[in-house]
């Protein structure tokens, strides 16, 4: 039942382990921010987007999200970076959350329940980044991201 079993790390690219916040969610509108809008269509709960209408269940890089959708800080770990938390298995970085800042990922579960009992660990992380992209994650400094070119 853990893990998802079509995430793998990326073959030839060397892992780091760093010590992370790790936390669960679901789609759920206390997790996710969202409201049924007076037609009952769902929107954005709060914030500068507030109203506008929310994908429930699809995360910001356009895919589902699914048992395996990692939420982290797009600074510190870009789209696609393969990550491995002891006690869920293999994830993929695929959406971003507005309280997930720094060392701090968000792990999605089916259910709220889950996402809750899961509560906030601080733990080691297994984390391998993209082919291509510079073995050290940039520093917070403003500028873009630092791929190979």
């Not at 890089?61 to 395996?68: E, I, K, T, V």
């Not at 060392?103 to 996402?115: C, K, T, V």
Request: glycine letters at 12%; a positive charge.
């Amino acid at each position: 039942m853990w893990g998802c079993s079509t995430i793998r790390p990326p073959s030839g690219v060397q892992p780091v382990q760093r010590v992370l916040k790790v936390t669960g969610y679901c789609d759920c509108r206390e997790c996710c921010a969202w409201k049924r809008n007076w037609l009952l269509r769902p929107v954005v709960a709060s914030g500068p987007s507030a109203g506008k209408p929310k994908a429930v269940g699809q995360s910001a890089s356009g895919a589902a999200s699914r048992y395996g959708t990692i939420a982290a800080d797009e600074a510190l770990f870009p789209f696609g970076t393969i990550m491995y938390v002891q006690g869920y298995g293999y994830g993929r970085v695929e959406d971003r959350g507005r309280d997930i800042k720094g060392n701090h990922i968000d792990l999605h579960f089916g259910s709220h329940r889950l996402a809750m009992n899961w509560g906030t660990q601080e733990m080691k992380v297994t984390i391998w980044y993209p082919p291509g992209y510079v073995s050290s994650p940039p520093k917070k400094t403003g500028r873009p991201s630092t791929l190979a070119r």
